[in-house]
């Protein structure tokens, strides 16, 4: 009895003896480094299981003992001799030392399962990222720029150093090239394009950093410029000086066309003012000028100020704004700035306001009304708690709030009026509604010096009734003309 329990132990032994030294299947490698991976990205690596039996071995689960690793596929059937390789991808969450092991479960009766450990660290994480991630600069004309803005922001948890960032081409520019990004930090890049010539534009920016994870990252653009600045207009702003009532001046503006394509101009003034324009509509081929026949011909006392605005088709400019100021003479005793109060373009639904300054450049205690005719829509007005007339002591100093609320996308323009007993001025408002075709800002009011703007100044009249606009004037007024010239110089500083 106890020869046959030693009989059967030997051949149990024996069994699983030869069982384990001669298994079906195998696993290659037998172990798993992924290595300092950053936070935010991953690693795969291929696992390769080889069925070296003689019948077929089903693959019925593969699993990881945590969630940072997996694998895919995760089951498979594997003929005599055939293989499955298997990728395992690490994607760290967290800094820190990670370890495990893959469990690889098979219905071999004799290695129904296979482990293998891993290890993986992550002590940083990607630093660099940039945004947007392409650039479009869209149409832009030879001899202008469009310049947009790119972030670089360091995610990561240690400084870096944005060592260049440059253009593959030379139309394309950047500021800063260079930067310290601190963790957390950004950098703003302002990305110009300058085209030289008609065509389409394309290349990349590339940003080179001391980052490991990301020591370069590129950023592609494309651009075109299928046109050439057209509208040049000169002079953009005109003092007319002092022109007695029934008298008119007449100046000059150049409209140019500097482009490669014809031009449609159309052009006119403020409406209720005594300033006129001709021609108001004309056509301008490539490097042709036309120009423009501005008259001011006062019909009562008082100051003046109009917007000669030109619209034209040119996709860069295509509205430009001269400045046209005149008076009755000196004894109207108010000066203002500025000449045209222009809001520009606005949001619509939106309040804005601006100031007006008012000097009484008398020695005389002046009555003032003031009151706003709006030209077209109802977008100007003056708060409802200002005072429609008042007095302004000698040399005072007013300062006048003006609202605009703009509630179409349209061109607005009024009218304020600043009623005394010795004339009106008329003071020009305009603004456009958000999306309206855009426009440029008039310059600042015009030295006093009569004529202004470029252009000799003409004056019409019967000899007799002819009167002498800027310094000619003032060369004939007594001492309290240059008293009342000194205050004016310091109420326009």
């Not at 329990?5 to 003896?17: E, K, M, Q």
């Not at 590129?218 to 207009?233: K, N, Q």
């Not at 109060?341 to 300054?357: P, V």
Request: proline residues 7%; positive net charge; aromatic residues 8%.
């Amino acid at each position: 009895m106890i020869r046959k329990n030693i009989i059967l132990i030997s051949l149990i032994f024996i069994f699983l003896f030869c069982s384990s030294a001669f298994a079906s299947w195998t696993v290659s490698p037998t172990s798993i480094s992924f290595g300092d991976i950053p936070i935010g990205s991953s690693k795969t690596v291929t696992l390769t299981i080889t069925n070296t039996g003689e019948s077929v071995i089903k693959i019925q689960n593969i699993y990881s003992s945590i969630p940072e690793v997996i694998t895919n596929p995760s089951t498979g059937n594997l003929a005599v001799g055939g293989s499955l390789v298997v990728a395992v991808t690490f994607k760290p969450t967290a800094r820190g030392n990670y370890s495990g092991e893959l469990v690889i479960v098979s219905d071999d009766p004799s290695q129904p399962s296979v482990t293998v450990p891993f290890t993986g660290t992550s002590s940083y994480a990607i630093g660099i990222n940039v945004s947007p991630t392409s650039i479009n600069f869209g149409d832009v004309s030879v001899g202008s720029s469009k310049t947009v803005t790119l972030t670089i922001t360091n995610t990561g948890a240690s400084v870096i150093k944005i060592q260049n960032i440059y253009s593959s081409i030379p139309e394309v520019t950047t500021n800063p090239s260079t930067g310290n990004l601190t963790a957390g930090g950004s950098l703003v890049v302002a990305v110009t394009f300058k085209p030289t010539a008609r065509g389409n534009y394309s290349g990349e920016l590339v940003i080179v950093s001391d980052d490991s994870s990301k020591p370069s990252v590129t950023v592609p653009f494309t651009g075109t410029s299928s046109y050439a600045t057209g509208i040049d207009v000169s002079p953009t702003s005109i003092n007319f000086g002092s022109v007695s009532v029934k008298q008119s001046a007449t100046n000059y503006v150049r409209v140019a066309n500097n482009g490669t394509s014809d031009l449609n101009v159309s052009v006119f003034v403020t409406a209720g003012t005594p300033f006129t324009v001709s021609p108001s509509s004309f056509t301008l081929r490539p490097g042709q000028f036309q120009t423009l026949i501005v008259t001011f011909a006062p019909t009562e006392k008082g100051s003046f100020s109009s917007a000669l605005t030109i619209i034209s088709d040119d996709k860069n400019t295509p509205k430009v704004v001269v400045s046209l100021i005149g008076d009755t003479g000196p004894e109207f005793p108010l000066y203002y700035s500025p000449s045209i109060l222009n809001f520009g373009k606005l949001a619509i639904n939106t309040t804005y306001e601006k100031i007006l300054k008012v000097l009484n450049t008398s020695s005389n205690i002046v009555n003032v009304s003031i009151y706003i005719q709006n030209l077209n829509g109802n977008a100007f007005s003056l708060p409802s708690s200002y005072p429609t007339s008042f007095e302004m002591g000698p040399g005072e100093i007013r300062q006048i709030p003006v609202r605009f609320l703009p509630t179409e996308k349209v061109y607005y323009s009024a009218l304020i009026y600043l009623v005394t007993n010795t004339g009106t001025a008329r003071i020009s408002i305009m603004g456009d509604g958000a999306d309206y075709i855009g426009g440029l800002e008039p310059s600042t009011p015009p030295p006093t010096s009569g004529g202004g703007g470029g252009g000799g100044c003409s004056l019409s009249g019967t000899p007799k009734d002819i009167s002498l606009a800027g310094n000619t004037a003032l060369m004939l007024m007594p001492v309290v003309a240059i008293a009342m010239r000194k205050l004016y110089r310091k109420f326009r500083k």
